[in-house]
């Protein structure tokens, strides 16, 4: 079974705080994903890697930057956070030839 | 610019009655239509992936269907477990980009 883990499931942290948001998948995959969710927007893409090191931007990725060191761990960099990043963070991966993303739990951040 | 619109937003069964719901999507060169089951404060569960037209896929309870335009997810004979929020995401161009949809949040009554 694909597993991918998120580091926190909830999080509350102040205005102007720097936030890190870890994820790890198992599966050896060569794509990695951050979504935001929230109600009446649906997913919305952040950022995404298809290799170590690599990354590219998602359609919001304002106020947002990403890491990846490693091949397993993906993580999303709040440089600076704001109240209206206050959402739920997901986490997905996926392999190279395949298409579906497998997701993690979430992490639901409150930024006050 | 690739859109996914779920219907309805939510839906009541009774437990027994069957439904669908709909998933219209427009994009140029659709390369996957993908169902995921989300329940609260959960990440999305993956269900369903449909390729091309006329495709169909079965799970349990659940049936998805494609079509050029559109995807229906059957749902038969629900149970109060299925009660969930079913989001439906397309893939198109040349990369693995999902654009999903808001979702239909289903709540099955005993």
């Known amino acids: 079974d694909v597993k991918v883990t998120q580091s926190s499931r909830y999080l509350v942290k102040r205005t102007g705080e720097k936030v890190f948001l870890e994820c790890v998948q198992d599966?050896?995959?060569?794509?990695m994903f951050w979504y935001r969710q929230d109600p009446g927007l649906g997913l919305r893409l952040i950022y995404f890697?298809?290799?170590?090191?690599?990354?590219e931007k998602g359609d919001i990725p304002e106020g947002y930057s990403v890491s990846r060191e490693k091949k397993e761990r993906f993580s999303l960099i709040l440089e600076s956070a704001s109240t209206n990043q206050t959402s739920m963070y997901l986490c997905?991966?996926?392999?190279?030839?395949?298409?579906?993303?497998?997701f993690g739990p979430g992490t639901r951040l409150l930024v006050l | 610019e690739d859109q996914v619109t779920q219907s309805p937003e939510a839906l009541r069964l009774q437990e027994g009655e069957s439904s669908s719901l709909n998933c219209s999507y427009t994009v140029s060169g659709l390369r996957g239509l993908f169902w995921y089951r989300q329940d609260p404060g959960k990440g999305p569960e993956f269900l369903f992936t449909l390729y091309s037209a006329g495709e169909e896929k079965e799970k349990e309870r659940l049936k998805a269907t494609l079509t050029k335009k559109e995807s229906f997810l059957h749902i038969t004979a629900p149970k109060p477990e299925d009660s969930a929020t079913y989001l439906c995401a397309v893939q198109a161009g040349g990369f693995q980009k999902l654009v999903f949809g808001t979702g239909t949040r289903l709540l099955v009554s005993p």
């Open positions: 890697s298809y290799d170590v090191k690599m990354k």
């Open positions: 599966m050896d995959h060569e794509n």
């Open positions: 997905a991966s996926s392999s190279g030839q395949g298409r579906t993303q497998y």
